[in-house]
């Protein structure tokens, strides 16, 4: 989770820019850069850590120009080092950017045996050497971008700074956020508005797929299919506090957005994206390949995270699981094993009293405590003999949507760590995993564009009484969190079940009256659950389908809407697929005219039984 900043200016630029990625250290300081142009000419200046580092450089080397662009970086591929701090330039451009370029190893083999050398470990210095190579085939700069733009594959921003062009900035995105700022005849690029703050207040926010064309008095934005397209600006209060809605109405729906961002972050903190390894985190306090069991316990949305990365825990490192919520788990007196057991308490808020209490009761009974938390500050976090932050940054929206896939992150990475200890993965299958946990942020970013056909489905969903979700396998926790999403945030009564458990009681419920969202990606269990699909319609039931385009081609009843996602390998599906899960309950409540902040009788911070 990197910031990146542009500036067209009057006046030397260099300073404003450090301003502007101040305001964005919070996303990263593993090193800082600045480029500008002197003269036509492109210059650099790079250090490795915080910011004061670069600022202390630049105070000893200054730059001049008008134009810069500048990055605060959270290294995702290549360690912390000035050869790998952005910007990445080449002698026509340089490039600062947000996020990942998942093709980045292909693109790099071809270019190096195109002749072109590179200086770093980064996925992003194939993008400088991608535009340079259009440039070289007589592209002008904006055409050179629009040509490579469509190449890339995963969620990034970017910020574009080119050599003898003293008028120009070029900003794209595909995921991550970038926001326009518009000066008076000067322009800005920033990952935020807040970073913007100091130099003007009017923002435009560029859409998924946007890219956009800024001169000092104009900017030009254009769509993923390269057509002109207008985004307009607002005002957006001078000083607006670090965490805004951004373009959103609702903080949930700024933080279902972000989703591909913060997911980022996380991976970050647990894999190795070059060696496509998961780091081992606290292997000197916490050796897998010696636990019996793992007790999990937890309440709502993180209760259901844990069941999702029961699957993941059984299935990757054959270890056993026990689970339950906080509420029951703290007053069952629950034996637990004399020695190697390790519970697990996973907490946004890391405040919730029935998790406190049953960590309380867990560690009573001698068990290693691991908590996976969002804010590694709070109770739970402290009183835990180890912390496994999910750093999704502050979710402000009172249902959990960020958090919930951070928190899958966390456990993914977490049981492929497990299995390589316990001898159940080999290496090769620790990076085919890792490299599906790589793609997942470009996926939610594609998933997130099936927003428009949900926000239509909600409008019929509105007027349902009740609804059932079913799944299968990883499926299962999303039916019971798509249940819980819509419960709290609409008040339609709903419930989630097991596919196969539907014929043991709850088939007595279907009739037309009855939507019924299945959440089935094409995998080993889709067939049992078409089955299940079968039994609904053949009672009249409405079926909702979310799948992939080989789970809808397969599928043969007309199921009343399917959502299309994206085709993805089939073990980390949960979190792409809980996208469209958090859509319909917040498309849902909004067309009920519901508050889908601050939902009734719901508190984010649950600190009573
Ligand atoms: C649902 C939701 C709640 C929380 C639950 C636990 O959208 O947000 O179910 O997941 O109250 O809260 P934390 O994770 O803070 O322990």
């Known amino acids: 989770m990197c910031g990146i900043v542009g500036i067209l200016g009057k006046n030397p630029v260099a300073l404003d820019v450090v301003e502007a990625l101040r305001r964005l250290e919070y996303r990263g300081y593993d090193s800082a850069g600045v480029a500008t142009l002197e003269n036509g000419k492109l210059t650099r200046c790079r250090a490795e850590g915080k910011l004061r580092n670069l600022e202390t450089k630049l105070s000893k080397e200054p730059l001049s120009g008008l134009i810069g662009i500048g990055h605060t970086r959270w290294a995702t591929h290549g360690r912390p ?113 807040f970073a913007l703050a100091p130099f003007t207040t009017m923002i435009a926010y560029l859409e998924d797929g946007d890219w956009a064309i800024l001169h000092r008095n104009s900017v030009e934005f254009r769509n993923v299919d390269g057509q002109v397209v207008n985004r307009q600006a607002q005002m957006v209060a001078a000083g607006a506090a670090l965490v805004d809605k951004g373009n959103h109405r609702h903080f949930m729906a700024k933080e279902i957005h972000e989703q591909p961002e913060v997911v980022t972050h996380t991976l970050t903190t647990y894999i190795d994206m070059v060696s496509r390894k998961v780091r081992m985190p606290f292997s000197e306090t916490l050796d897998w390949s010696k636990v019996d069991r793992l007790t999990m316990s937890a309440c709502g949305t993180a209760y259901l995270a844990g069941l999702t990365a029961r699957y993941w825990f059984e299935s990757l490192a054959r270890l056993p699981v026990e689970i339950d919520v906080a509420s029951e788990f703290r007053y069952r007196e629950p034996p637990m094993p004399a020695s190697n057991g390790v519970a697990m308490f996973l907490s946004q808020s890391g405040e919730t009293a029935d998790t406190l209490a049953s960590l309380r009761y867990a560690k009573s009974q001698n068990q290693t405590i691991l908590s996976v938390v969002n804010v590694p500050t709070s109770t739970i976090a402290r009183e835990s003999h180890i912390v ?114 539907l014929k043991h009681g709850p088939i007595a419920l279907i009739d037309e009256d009855m939507p019924v969202i299945v959440v089935a990606p094409h995998d080993h269990l889709f067939e049992k659950t078409a089955s299940n699909m079968h039994e609904v319609a053949a009672r009249g039931g409405r079926i909702i389908l979310i799948t992939d385009e080989k789970g809808a081609s397969e599928i043969s009843i007309k199921p009343d809407s399917t959502i299309i996602m994206p085709t993805m390998p089939s073990t980390f599906t949960a979190m792409v697929y809980a996208i469209p899960v958090q859509l319909i309950a917040y498309h849902t409540a909004l067309g009920m005219g519901k508050d889908v902040d601050q939902p009734r009788n719901l508190a984010k911070s649950v600190t009573v039984e």
């Open 81 to 193: 080092s000035v050869s790998n701090a952005h910007p990445h330039a080449t002698d026509k451009l340089a490039v600062v950017h947000n996020g990942i370029i998942e093709n980045f190893a292909e693109f790099r083999a071809e270019l190096e045996a195109d002749g072109f050398r590179f200086e770093s470990e980064t996925d992003t210095e194939v993008v400088a050497h991608l535009v340079t190579r259009e440039m070289n085939r007589g592209l002008k700069p904006v055409e050179a971008v629009g040509a490579i733009l469509p190449k890339l594959r995963g969620a990034f921003a970017l910020a574009f700074l080119f050599s003898g062009e003293e008028d120009l900035l070029i900003g794209a995105r595909n995921g991550p956020p970038l926001a326009v700022g518009i000066g008076d005849g000067e322009m800005y690029l920033g990952s935020d508005a």
């Open 388 to 501: 496994a932050p999910i750093t999704a940054g502050p979710e402000i929206g009172v249902a959990s949507t960020k958090a919930f896939s951070c928190k899958l992150v966390t456990l993914a990475s977490l049981a492929i760590a497990a299995g390589r200890m316990r001898g159940v993965i080999d290496e090769a299958r620790e990076a085919e995993l890792v490299q599906e946990l790589i793609m997942l942020p470009g996926l939610m970013t594609q998933a997130l564009k099936t927003e428009v056909d949900i926000s239509r489905l909600a409008q019929r969903l509105g007027k349902a009484k009740d609804v059932l979700y079913i799944g299968r396998g990883t499926s299962f926790p999303l039916a019971l969190e798509g249940a819980l999403k819509l419960k709290e945030l609409s008040y339609i009564h709903a419930e989630g079940y097991a596919a196969g458990e």
